[in-house]
């Protein structure tokens, strides 16, 4: 288990240093640079600002400087926002994202296996139909269209009741968290519920549910013991790449809900090229996605013993 | 009477899929003494396995149906019976083993934990005292070290020690039948052997009855005590063992004998399989199931049903063929007892 997991690691550090040299790549290969702004006016200015951030040297150097910094820790200057450091502003707003990615996820989750299960349970019957459709729905819908019209049921909500019961947009406390985790979540939750019924049909035609039945448990116990357990598996697998989509997903929904995370400055840095808040961001996405995936795949093994002592 | 533990009357049971109505058991009536082994021997699709698990109540509904008869176990009807009152009987009075061991257990709980989960529901036991039965009665399957065994996963045992795991889980409440749906197949042959030695040897020592299902005609021979042949979704003929083997009154059974590889020298005899394919059982012969392949069909067979017969003599011995019938002609290869062969 432990030198799986060292294997995991090392797997890791590889993808993250390949995600940070194909970003640092690109980004150099995009015409313009980030001091095609306001800023560098005349030659004269944009010399000495060029000489300031290091953009003088060739881009090899300017490679090994960057990786070097990366490596302690640090991912340079904003070109864009004044004297803000690039590892400030992921230390302000990450805080934010992952809190609605996580929030999301639950709801997801939750949400995929009881629809899920539930629809296993009454398949065919009016509750799958309706719960599927709903799924179709969930999983063809882009988020934004979803965000706009969960803000609109909330100012309905709102104005109907004369005060703020949940607020529409910006941050800060739970309730104004609700509403987007759950419109973030929302794709997610629809892909999981059908990922969650056609496993639970598949489990109970399973040789060990029939087993089960002759065993003489009650239903309830077959169900919870026997059935979702097994049927939980493939949704758990899903969950590492699912969290990538929910991570990056999350840009939209936060600009819309008007709330200060890092999608934004990412966003921002990319339209600006502004280079070390790029580079910055990817690479912590990056990594971040690369440990989550790991750390589902370990969990895995947690709950399925055949994957655990491989 | 009273030593008849399980008692099956006309069951017959249906499956409702696209293509039409499969009549899968047509009419199946047959007994089990208290301590015997009956075997119940048919082709691939004859209806044994499902005979079998109508009778438990594990064939799901929709799509199959019990469009009729009945089960009795010690004079109890438990023929589709709703799961709370089932689970009276199904791994207490009547436990079960299936044929893939390697898919019959649940690959993510302890082979410990899903025996002692039997013992827990059905005997109120505390987990700790269940896991050290569940430990005792893999020891009594001949498991060895049994104590570390119960803490592993299916996927840690071979297939022979998981069918020993399986026969130890449905031994948990000291069940009066045990049903075996063709509990070797999965198997190779030594360790076949090994699981019907145990079976065998178990059935002494706990005074059960077991029904085995199976379509493999030495496995009858070496274990049963009576054996029910099945072909289409009904009994053909039924006996005592040696009934069976010696004195076989049923086509179908002396072609399934004929079938069967032999050790007895004559090498170059080549092995006459049963020509033809069974009847489509989406719409059954209205005459015997076996008409179309019969080497001695006659017009009758094509037409009506042959009843059960009891061989003249005997008590237990039944043939469901028109051969047997009083005015049929005289067949040698046959076991017949009817007025016409008595002349």
Known sequence: ???????????????????ATATFVAMHMVPGDPLMNDKAVTAEIRKNLEIKYGLDKPVGEQYLIFMGNMLQGDFGISFTQQNRRVNDIIRDHFPVSATLGVLALFFATIGGVVWGALTAVYRNRLPD????????????VPSFVFAALGQLLLVNINSALGFSLVPVAGW????????PSLVLGLSTMALLTRLMRSSMLEVINEDYIKTAKAKGLSPLRIFFKHQLRNAILPVITILGPQIAAIT????????????????????????????TVIMGTTVFFGAFLVLMVILVDILYGFIDPRVRLQ | ?????????????????????????????FHVNRGETLAIVGESGCGKSVTVQAIMGIIPMPPGKITGGSARLNGKDILGLPAKQANQFRGVEIGMIFQDPMTSLNPTMTIGDQISETLMVHRGLSYKDASAL???????????????????????FSGGMLQRAMIAQSLACNPAVLMADEP???????????????????????????????????????????VAVMYAGQIIESGSVDDIFYRSSHPYTLGLKEAMPSNKGDR???????????????????????????????????????PEYLLAGDTTHQARCWLQHAGAPVNKRLYQTGANHAD
């Open chain 2, 184 to 226: 070797t197949t999965a198997l190779d042959v030594t360790i076949q052997a090994q699981i019907l030695e145990l079976m065998a040897e178990l059935q002494r020592t706990e005074n059960m009855s077991i029904i085995l299902i199976t379509h493999d005609l030495a496995v009858v021979a070496r274990m049963a005590d009576r």
């Open chain 1, 248 to 275: 990056t997903g999350g840009f939209v929904v936060e600009l819309v809900f008007a709330i200060p995370g890092l999608g934004r400055y990412f966003v921002q840095a990319v339209q600006q090229l502004d280079y």
């Open chain 1, 129 to 140: 139909i309706i719960i599927m459709f709903m799924v179709i729905l969930g999983i063809s």
């Open chain 2, 134 to 156: 569940a430990v005792q009665l893999l020891d009594k399957t001949k498991i060895a070290e049994a104590a570390k065994r119960a803490k592993q996963y299916p996927f840690e």
């Open chain 2, 268 to 306: 170059d005899k080549k092995l006459s399989p049963i020509l033809g394919s069974p009847p489509d059982l989406f719409h059954p012969p209205v005459g015997c199931g076996y008409f179309a392949r019969c080497p001695y069909a006659m017009k009758v067979c094509e037409h009506q049903q042959p």
């Open chain 1, 172 to 179: 800060g406390t739970i309730s104004h968290m609700l509403m």
């Open chain 2, 1 to 29: 009477m009273s030593d008849r533990i399980l008692e099956v009357d006309n069951l017959s049971v249906e499956f409702a899929t696209y293509g039409g109505t499969v009549k899968a058991v047509r009419g199946v009536s």
């Open chain 1, 1 to 19: 288990m432990l030198a799986y997991t060292m294997k995991r690691l090392m797997a890791g550090v590889i993808t993250v240093w390949f995600i």
